[in-house]
């Protein structure tokens, strides 16, 4: 088995690939911001799998800062880049999210050049894929790239010119290192500990009753335990070097669906996830005083579908049920109570 490096190890995606990599016996080393979180991420870990804490080690790093970064990939056979600026609020300059995410990425390919490892696996996003263009009814593929030209969200416009960047460095003076990239959509399933991640706000906001109608409009969602399998995957599959991946969990779902899902599987413990779904004039209309609907403008009234042929082709994934994952993801948040909060 490898060592592997995976940055962000206390993110909802970064801490389950470390279960992943343990669990199928890798010896892994994974980079935080702050190392006080380092006895709370081995505690979650522990709870998953079992495994001999000198299988992992935690050090500091941070993507804006050039220290740490030699040591940390030093010996490294594999990195998972999994670690990308992200921000509560939405920031009043894209290039506050836009540079920390593409110099963070080159600084974490050119420590692994550098040391010979063999392989990085970026943790990219859909939203490198299908933002920025006109309605279609075909769904995204890996073809596809967000059009970072069109007025788009930063997020979206981060994680787009942080591959972008990471592709032309590797192709450029990347040596040795090969590159694959991993595109989730939208990352539901259970957590590991009592964080509250980004990606399960909507959920959880479903249950606490803070979703009074579904925005009307579809995108793609996936397991984070499939995501983390895809990751070791294309880390370790001859086939993937030089290639990126979706991972969605069949085809696009309504946010209403979402909603029905949790009363199907829950019962009354989603008696306060909403029954109906606005009038996309209503959306619309609302936009433009609230900020959240503002961000999904270009979402509002369509389906984002995308497709993970190429993955379960060329290197045999598969993703299982969105309805499991949607249940398990509330039991989860459920049992750490947080979906049985009252306030934001």
Same mark, same amino acid.
Request: net charge negative; aromatic share 4%; glycine share 8%.
């Given at each position: 088995?490898?060592?592997? @490096?995976? $940055?962000?190890?206390?993110?909802?995606?970064?801490?389950?690939?470390?279960? +992943?990599?343990?669990?199928?016996?890798?010896?892994?080393? $994974?980079?935080?911001?702050?190392?006080?979180?380092?006895?709370?991420?081995?505690?979650?870990?522990?709870?998953?799998?079992?495994?001999?804490?000198?299988?992992?080690?935690?050090?500091?790093?941070?993507?804006?800062?050039?220290?740490?970064?030699?040591?940390?990939?030093?010996?490294?056979?594999?990195?998972?880049?999994?670690?990308?600026?992200?921000?509560?609020? $939405?920031?009043? =300059?894209?290039?506050?999210?836009?540079? /920390? +995410?593409?110099?963070?990425?080159?600084?974490?390919?050119?420590?692994?050049?550098?040391?010979?490892?063999?392989?990085?696996? @970026?943790?990219?996003?859909?939203?490198?894929?299908?933002?920025?263009?006109?309605?279609?009814?075909? /769904? #995204?593929?890996?073809?596809?790239?967000? =059009?970072?030209?069109?007025?788009?969200?930063?997020?979206?416009?981060?994680? $787009? @010119?942080?591959?972008?960047?990471?592709?032309? #460095?590797?192709?450029?003076?990347?040596?040795?290192?090969?590159? +694959?990239?991993?595109? /989730?959509?939208?990352?539901?399933?259970?957590?590991?500990?009592?964080?509250?991640?980004?990606?399960?706000?909507?959920?959880?906001?479903?249950?606490?009753?803070?979703?009074?109608?579904?925005?009307?409009? *579809?995108?793609?969602?996936?397991?984070?335990?499939?995501?983390?399998?895809?990751?070791?995957?294309?880390?370790?599959?001859?086939?993937?070097?030089?290639?990126? #991946?979706?991972?969605?969990?069949?085809?696009?779902?309504?946010?209403?669906?979402?909603?029905?899902?949790?009363?199907?599987?829950?019962?009354?413990?989603?008696?306060?996830?909403?029954?109906?779904?606005? /009038?996309?004039?209503? +959306?619309?209309?609302?936009?433009?005083? =609230?900020?959240? @609907?503002?961000?999904?403008?270009?979402?509002? *009234?369509?389906?984002?579908?995308?497709?993970?042929?190429?993955?379960?082709?060329?290197?045999?994934?598969?993703?299982?049920?969105?309805?499991?994952?949607?249940?398990?993801?509330?039991?989860?948040?459920?049992?750490?109570?947080? *979906?049985?909060?009252?306030?934001?």
């Amino acid at each position: 088995m490898s060592q592997v @490096l995976v $940055t962000g190890g206390t993110g909802f995606i970064g801490s389950w690939c470390i279960q +992943a990599l343990l669990e199928a016996g890798h010896t892994v080393r $994974t980079t935080v911001r702050d190392l006080q979180r380092e006895p709370a991420l081995r505690s979650w870990l522990h709870a998953a799998t079992p495994f001999d804490d000198d299988r992992l080690t935690v050090v500091r790093a941070d993507l804006e800062q050039p220290e740490g970064w030699d040591a940390a990939v030093a010996d490294c056979e594999f990195v998972l880049h999994v670690a990308s600026p992200t921000l509560r609020h $939405t920031p009043a =300059n894209d290039d506050d999210l836009v540079v /920390p +995410a593409r110099e963070g990425a080159l600084r974490v390919l050119r420590a692994a050049r550098d040391a010979g490892v063999r392989r990085a696996v @970026l943790t990219s996003a859909f939203g490198a894929i299908g933002i920025g263009h006109p309605p279609r009814s075909t /769904p #995204f593929t890996e073809e596809d790239w967000t =059009n970072v030209d069109s007025d788009i969200p930063p997020y979206q416009r981060s994680k $787009t @010119l942080a591959e972008r960047a990471a592709w032309q #460095f590797i192709q450029d003076e990347g040596g040795a290192l090969e590159l +694959a990239a991993v595109h /989730p959509v939208g990352v539901l399933g259970p957590l590991l500990g009592p964080d509250d991640p980004p990606s399960l706000r909507l959920v959880r906001r479903m249950l606490e009753g803070q979703v009074p109608a579904c925005p009307p409009f *579809g995108m793609g969602f996936v397991d984070v335990r499939d995501v983390a399998d895809l990751h070791l995957r294309a880390m370790t599959d001859p086939a993937a070097a030089g290639e990126r #991946f979706l991972a969605i969990a069949g085809h696009s779902l309504r946010v209403i669906d979402i909603a029905r899902i949790l009363h199907d599987r829950l019962g009354e413990r989603a008696a306060k996830a909403p029954t109906r779904e606005l /009038p996309l004039w209503v +959306a619309r209309a609302l936009g433009l005083v =609230n900020p959240e @609907l503002r961000l999904l403008r270009h979402q509002l *009234g369509r389906d984002l579908d995308a497709t993970s042929t190429k993955a379960e082709k060329l290197l045999g994934w598969r993703a299982r049920p969105i309805a499991d994952t949607i249940e398990d993801t509330a039991e989860s948040l459920l049992a750490h109570g947080i *979906g049985a909060r009252t306030g934001s």
